[in-house]
Nanobody, 114 residues
Framework: QVQLVESGGALVQPGGSLRLSCALS????????MGWYRQAPGKQREWVAS???????DYSDSVKGRFTISRDNTKNTVYLQMNSLESVDTAVYYC????????WGQGTQVTVSS
């Protein structure tokens, strides 16, 4: 019913930037929130950021001030702008959309390394 297609993951040097995209297709209304989690090797999945119906945003302390979550003009794509990337940001990043249920993307790999 709802499909999420993630893109933007890459190998980037410390201090660099990336923008992840998550495009929604199918029946996506009503949407209560969209956001991002990440999972680093050997670690539990960690919530990163979310954006609500009124475009309110929330961030984990670990990314606050460095990452920005936003929507496109049609409200069918969510972005995660990541600046000042560190090695600890290395993870598979998963977007999600919360409707009457939670739907996950398949993940996009972000690797921060020299």
């Amino acid at each position: 019913q709802v499909q999420l297609v993630e893109s933007g993951g890459a190998l980037v040097q410390p201090g660099g930037s990336l923008r992840l995209s998550c495009a929604l297709s199918g029946s996506i209304f009503p949407i209560y929130s969209m956001g991002w989690y990440r999972q680093a090797p050997g670690k539990q999945r960690e919530w990163v950021a979310s954006i609500g119906r009124a475009d309110s945003t929330d961030y984990s302390d670990s990314v606050k001030g460095r990452f920005t979550i936003s929507r496109d003009n049609t409200k069918n794509t969510v972005y995660l702008q990541m600046n000042s990337l560190e090695s600890v940001d290395t993870a598979v990043y998963y977007c999600y959309v919360q409707t009457n249920r939670r739907t996950w993307g398949q993940g996009t790999q972000v690797t921060v390394s020299s």
